[in-house]
């Protein structure tokens, strides 16, 4: 049963930091690319941060110079370090994990953690 678990989530005071991890496991395909998310109340779910594993990195450019998106293939996870936080940083984050194999592609998403930054 393929998986895809948060961690990191909490209260954090504006300008203060706060790192994500996301594992992703179960699945016989390869681990292709692994992103961040993020949706607040009353928003659409948008990208925050994307990494190709063993590739390129892709930033929203809300967070861009603040936020570090990070993967150890070998353990099939990924990391969002976010520094300087702001209250609109504030959201259920999500993390999605791309699976490949030779004919197949698929997405599968983790439950979120909240993030909250607040005074």
């Known amino acids: 049963q393929v998986q895809v678990v948060e961690s990191g989530g909490g209260l954090v005071q504006p300008g203060g930091s706060l790192r994500l991890s996301c594992v992703a496991s179960?699945?016989?395909?390869?681990?292709?690319?692994m992103g961040w998310y993020r949706q607040a109340p009353g928003k659409q779910r948008e990208l925050v941060a994307g990494v190709i594993l063993g590739g390129s990195t892709n930033y929203a450019d809300s967070v861009k110079g603040r936020f570090t998106i990070s993967g150890d293939n070998a353990k099939n996870t990924v990391y969002l370090q976010m520094n300087s936080l702001k209250p609109e940083d504030t959201a259920v984050y999500y993390c999605?994990?791309?699976?490949?194999?030779?004919?197949?592609?698929?997405?599968?998403w983790g439950q979120g953690t909240q993030v909250t930054v607040s005074s």
């Open positions: 179960g699945s016989i395909f390869s681990l292709h690319y």
């Open positions: 999605k994990a791309n699976f490949r194999g030779a004919t197949t592609t698929y997405d599968c």
